[in-house]
T-cell receptor, first 112, second 111 residues
Framework: EAQVTQNPRYLITVTGKKLTVTCSQN?????MSWYRQDPGLGLRQIYY???????DKGDVPEGYKVSRKEKRNFPLILESPSPNQTSLYFC???????????FGPGTRLTVT | RKEVEQDPGPFNVPEGATVAFNCTYS??????FFWYRQDCRKEPKLLMS???SGNEDGRFTAQLNRASQYISLLIRDSKLSDSATYLC????????????FGSGTRLSIRP
């Protein structure tokens, strides 16, 4: 089944404790993105990747890192999480720049 | 001004009604357009792409007006299961991968 998977689905952590949210797609898509969704603010892009080893900042990259060492994986790293990073996070992939995106199921992160 | 604007709603309509949403975009370099639906706390799912010639998928019809820079979604014979938030999404031609989401329109179908 073609899909985007994310893990973990739910995470409660404390300020400053490094964490990684994994994202994987099995559709051989070139593009992958990370978004966060907050009430009243909609979906905002954090980082995106156009291919292996090619990543760039989105609209809200502060406090996040990403890497794209393999085409299928695009982990999101929070080196020192803070409470303002409490949010619902979605990973997405698409086959080309102007194509539709496919989203993972989301990761609900709470930082206390 | 937001780059993609949608009426936030909520739209509350009876089952069987026809409902229409509009979405306006400001960037003339916009290249591709989509409607997604999102259920509460779930991931957005593609409803349909939007083409200049207009396209239809069952009860759903999407239109694109490049001259006026808006896209629309029409839902006919609405079902209870159509209750969701509908997101307008625009891909902009640029050196970067710029995807802009509207803030969504909430639709509630009542029996």
């Amino acid at each position: 089944e073609a899909q985007v998977t994310q893990n973990p689905r739910y995470l409660i952590t404390v300020t400053g404790k490094k964490l990684t949210v994994t994202c994987s797609q099995n559709m051989n898509h070139e593009y992958m993105s990370w978004y966060r969704q907050d009430p009243g603010l909609g979906l905002r892009q954090i980082y995106y990747s156009m291919n292996v080893e090619v990543t760039d900042k989105g609209d809200v990259p502060e406090g996040y890192k990403v890497s794209r060492k393999e085409k299928r994986n695009f982990p999101l790293i929070l080196e020192s999480p803070s409470p303002n990073q409490t949010s619902l996070y979605f990973c997405a992939s698409r086959p080309g720049q102007f194509y539709e995106q496919y989203f993972g199921p989301g990761t609900r992160l709470t930082v206390t | 001004r937001k780059e993609v604007e949608q009426d936030p709603g909520p739209f509350n309509v009876p089952e069987g009604a026809t409902v229409a949403f509009n979405c306006t975009y400001s960037n003339s370099a916009s290249q591709s357009f989509f409607w997604y639906r999102q259920d509460c706390r779930k991931e957005p799912k593609l409803l349909m792409s939007v083409y200049s010639s207009g396209n239809e998928d069952g009860r759903f019809t999407a239109q694109l007006n490049r001259a006026s820079q808006y896209i629309s979604l029409l839902i006919r014979d609405s079902k209870l299961s159509d209750s969701a938030t509908y997101l307008c999404v625009v891909n902009v031609y640029s050196s970067a991968s710029k995807i802009i989401f509207g803030s969504g329109t909430r639709l509630s179908i009542r029996p």
